[in-house]
C-alpha cells in the first residue's frame, strides 16, 4: 500500500505563498491524494483531494505531479491561522480490501509575522 | 448541522477503572473509527467499524474495546489493560469504505488522563 513521506516541519512568513511537499511514490492508478490539516488540541480537518489533476479550492492549491509519485499542497497566502500540522495521505489495504486512512506525522507548519 | 460529536472533551481515570469515549454522528456514514495520538505523533488507528455489528482491530487495539450497534453510534471503552491511556482520542467517520474511503470527518477530540 502507498505510504507517504513529508518533512517534520517548514515555516513560512505570513503572507507568502506556504508550498507543502509529500512523496507517495508506491501509489497505486486509482488512489487519492488527500490533505488534511490539524489545529493543537482539534481534530483534523479536511483540506482537499485528488486523483490526477491539479485541484483548487478555496483554502489551497493540490499540485500532482504527472507521474503521481508526489505531490504539493499550495496555501497561496499563508495566515498565522494556518500555524498547523498538515497530512498528506493515500489509501492504506486492510482486510477484506477495504480502505483505512493512515495518518503519519505529517508537516509542522509556522506561519510567522 | 450534520457532523462528529465526542464526548467529553476532558475526562480523568482512576488507575483499574474502566472508561467509555462517546462518539455520535449524523453524517449516515458506514464507516466510522477510533484514533489515539499522543502529544508531538500522528494519529493511531485503534478500532474501526464497517458497518453495524461489525469492527475490527487496528493498529493498537490492545486495551480497548469498542460496540457498534446504530449506525451512528461508535463508543469506546478503555479498559484498565490499557497500561499507559493518557492521549487524546479522535473519532472520525466516512463514506466510500470499499472505494479511495472517501473524505473523512473528524470530530473535536477527548483528553484521557490517568490520575
Known amino acids: 500500500d502507498a505510504k507517504t513521506t513529508q518533512p517534520t516541519s517548514m515555516d513560512c512568513a505570513e503572507g507568502r505563498a506556504a508550498n507543502l511537499p509529500c512523496n507517495h511514490s508506491?501509489?497505486?492508478?486509482?488512489?487519492?491524494v488527500y490533505w488534511y490539516r490539524q489545529i493543537h488540541s482539534q481534530g483534523p480537518q479536511y483540506i482537499i483531494h485528488g486523483l490526477k489533476n491539479n485541484e483548487t479550492n478555496e483554502m489551497a492549491s493540490l499540485i500532482i505531479t504527472e507521474d503521481r509519485k508526489s505531490s504539493t499542497l499550495i496555501l497561496p497566502h499563508a495566515t498565522l491561522r494556518d500555524t498547523a500540522v498538515y497530512y498528506c495521505i493515500v489509501r492504506v489495504g486492510a482486510s477484506g480490501g477495504s480502505y483505512i486512512p493512515t495518518f503519519g506525522r505529517g508537516t509542522s507548519l509556522i506561519v510567522h509575522p | 448541522d450534520g457532523g462528529i460529536t465526542q464526548s467529553p472533551k476532558y475526562l480523568f481515570r482512576k488507575e483499574g477503572q474502566n472508561v467509555t469515549l462517546s462518539c455520535e454522528q449524523n453524517?449516515?456514514?458506514?464507516?466510522m473509527y477510533w484514533y489515539r495520538q499522543d502529544p508531538g505523533q500522528g494519529l493511531r488507528l485503534i478500532y474501526y467499524?464497517?458497518?453495524?455489528?461489525?469492527?475490527q482491530k487496528g493498529d493498537i487495539a490492545e486495551g480497548y474495546s469498542v460496540s457498534r450497534e446504530k449506525k451512528e453510534s461508535f463508543p469506546l471503552t478503555v479498559t484498565s489493560a490499557q497500561k499507559n491511556p493518557t492521549a487524546f482520542y479522535l473519532c472520525?467517520?466516512?463514506?466510500?469504505?470499499?472505494?479511495?474511503?472517501?473524505?473523512?470527518?473528524f470530530g473535536e477530540g477527548s483528553w484521557l488522563t490517568v490520575v
Open positions: 453524517l449516515n456514514h458506514d464507516a
Open positions: 467499524s464497517q458497518i453495524v455489528n461489525d469492527f
Open positions: 508506491t501509489i497505486s492508478g486509482n488512489e487519492y
Open positions: 472520525a467517520s466516512s463514506t466510500g469504505f470499499h472505494s479511495s474511503f472517501g473524505t473523512i470527518y
